[in-house]
């Protein structure tokens, strides 16, 4: 149902399980721009179907909006996944990469969520972030994917932001190589970021698209539509790593244990 008078359209829903209401914003193809808050098992959840990247002209305070929305909410764990382009050699295109670090490569030439006037109510001027991504949830992660049979598709690694959107050239993927990236992407860093700061404990899943190219003889050339082709063939599969992640979220003792 559509509601005409509210600020975002909106809809009930009902979908594998998960039961909750819908709402819709304009975000770029393969995002659709639906914030649904639903029930995964008997665990209250909000999912951002698609998200504002720094490339469509958002403001990195924009981008990362939603996640101290969340804070405010109540929200205590973010899961945050992606696509981005292989650039370790083992992986494999379709390989899903549980985030262990960032590289904030936007945040280095000033373009950081952070920047600005400090607000004290969510986190402190000079945040950690060498623990972003939990230790614990990390590990629960690769052991769920390893009771699913799919071992062999998960790695971990060190994603890298780019601001896009161009993709990246032969020398600068290999520079993002050299500099200790596993994979490359224009997204997530931003509010992982804003959420570590404000205390909320973080997961990131990376779905490998497609393989960077560090070599100048290769022919193959990247583009959205095959980003978007992997992430439908990989959607099940990632979306029974993240329930069964969320349904045996109380099984992490002492999330703090990093
Ligand atoms: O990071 P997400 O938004 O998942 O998508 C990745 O795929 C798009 C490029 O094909 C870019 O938006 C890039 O960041």
Redesign the pocket.
Known sequence: MQDEQSYLPWEEFEFDGIYGLLYYTQV?P??DGRLVFGYVKDKSCVFMQG?F?LYEGYSLCQVTFPVRVFKLMGVETIIV????GGLCQDFKVGDIMVIKDHINLPGFAGQHPLCGPNDERFGIRFPCMSDAYNKVLRKLALDISMELGYSNFVREGVYCMVS?PNFETIAEARMLHVLGSDSV????VPEVTVAKHCGLHVLGLSLI?NKVSLDYSREEKVN?EE?LQISKMRAEMLQKVLTTFIAHSHQVEDINSN
């Open positions: 770029v393969g995002h998200r990247h996944t992606n696509a981005s896009g992407g224009m997204s997530t698209t959205h980003v």
